[in-house]
Structures are given as C-alpha cells and as structure tokens.
C-alpha cells in the first residue's frame, strides 16, 4: 500500500483460523504519512451482536465507513457474513462514494474468514491465514511457518504481529487479538 503523507492510516491486521477457533489481531500504530499519531488504537473489534470479528487496514476514516456499513449488512442478513460481504462488495464497486475508500478489512465467524479489500472483492484466504496492511505480508509469513508448529490462534496471531513490529516500521507491539470458537 503506497502511504499518502496527508491521510491516516491504521497498518497491520493477521487472521488464523485453526481448528474450531479464529483470531484476528491488530497492532496499535496509526501513521500520517512517517509520524506515528497514536500507539494504541483498537483496529480489531467485534462485529454484528458479537458473532463477528473484523479487524482494518487503511484510511481510518474510510475503514470505520467500512465497518459501519459491513453491520448494516449484518443486521439486513443475521448470521450470514459472508451473504452480508458480499452485499457490501456489491455497494462498494457501484457506490461512487464507497469506490473511493481506501481501506481493507479482515472479517471472521464461527464459519468463514473472508478478505474484503479496496476494490470490493471478497476472498476466502488459502490455509485460512490472511494478513493486510503495511506489514500485513510479513505477519502472513510468520502466521503461515507458525500455523504447522502452534495449536492456539491467538497465539500465532499475537506472535506473528510481533514478528512484524521487528521488521516494519509501520506495525507496533500494542496488539489486541479477538476470537471465535472454542
């Protein structure tokens, strides 16, 4: 993702799904364009009626657009993400509004893991590992060597974005991890 210097960004989100359990986990930094404006933001939070987890990479205006509408949709098609991704997918490449926002999203239930990115597709990650934003690949590199070594999710996701805080400058180690399942 090429950083603008004059729009907010909030950076690094990784998703492992193993098992019966998923994790989603986010770094605290957000950047405007090489100054870190806040340490500690919350970029992984629960969706829905608590049934969802997504986390958001991007412009930190247009995600929360993101993560509004993506719960209207929600609310429209109750416990079916990946019916309600879809729907926002749609509105994303024909609103004129929406087709400007620049942000990705990782969103997970009890069933799917799904990618939904700046040009409204929705992917279905490969292993069930997905990683966006500015160290989002070095965290899915991490996430993936771990997956075969580590049961727990959490633990992967939170050692994977540690990984990622190592080597780029745009994650930090103020991570907050979410999960589904048991």
Same mark, same amino acid.
């Given at each position: 993702m090429q950083h603008s210097p004059d729009t907010i960004y909030g950076t690094t989100i990784v998703s492992v799904r193993?098992?019966?359990?998923?994790? !989603?986990?986010g770094d605290g930094q957000v950047t405007l364009g090489q100054t870190v404006l806040k340490a500690n933001a919350r970029k992984v939070r629960r969706l829905g009626k608590g049934d969802v987890i997504g986390g958001f990479a991007g412009a930190t205006a247009?995600?929360? $657009? =993101?993560?509004?509408?993506?719960? +209207?949709? =929600?609310?429209?098609?109750?416990g079916q993400l990946q019916r309600a991704a879809v729907e926002l997918a749609k509105d994303w490449? $024909?609103?004129?509004?929406?087709?400007?926002?620049? &942000? @990705? @999203? !990782?969103?997970? %239930?009890?069933?799917?893991?799904?990618? =939904? $990115?700046? $040009?409204?597709?929705?992917?279905?990650?490969? &292993?069930?590992?997905?990683?966006?934003?500015?160290?989002? @690949?070095? +965290? =899915? &590199?991490? +996430?993936?060597?771990?997956?075969?070594?580590?049961? %727990?999710?959490e633990a992967i996701v939170r050692r994977s974005l540690e990984i990622a805080a190592d080597i780029c400058v745009y994650t930090n180690r103020n991570i907050v991890v979410e999960s589904i399942g048991s």
């Amino acid at each position: 993702m090429q950083h603008s210097p004059d729009t907010i960004y909030g950076t690094t989100i990784v998703s492992v799904r193993k098992g019966n359990r998923v994790a !989603i986990a986010g770094d605290g930094q957000v950047t405007l364009g090489q100054t870190v404006l806040k340490a500690n933001a919350r970029k992984v939070r629960r969706l829905g009626k608590g049934d969802v987890i997504g986390g958001f990479a991007g412009a930190t205006a247009d995600a929360f $657009t =993101l993560f509004e509408r993506l719960e +209207a949709k =929600l609310d429209q098609y109750p416990g079916q993400l990946q019916r309600a991704a879809v729907e926002l997918a749609k509105d994303w490449r $024909t609103d004129r509004y929406l087709r400007r926002l620049e &942000a @990705m @999203m !990782i969103v997970a %239930d009890a069933s799917v893991s799904l990618v =939904l $990115t700046g $040009t409204g597709d929705v992917l279905e990650p490969d &292993a069930g590992v997905a990683g966006i934003g500015s160290g989002g @690949m070095f +965290a =899915l &590199a991490a +996430a993936r060597a771990l997956l075969d070594r580590e049961e %727990d999710p959490e633990a992967i996701v939170r050692r994977s974005l540690e990984i990622a805080a190592d080597i780029c400058v745009y994650t930090n180690r103020n991570i907050v991890v979410e999960s589904i399942g048991s």
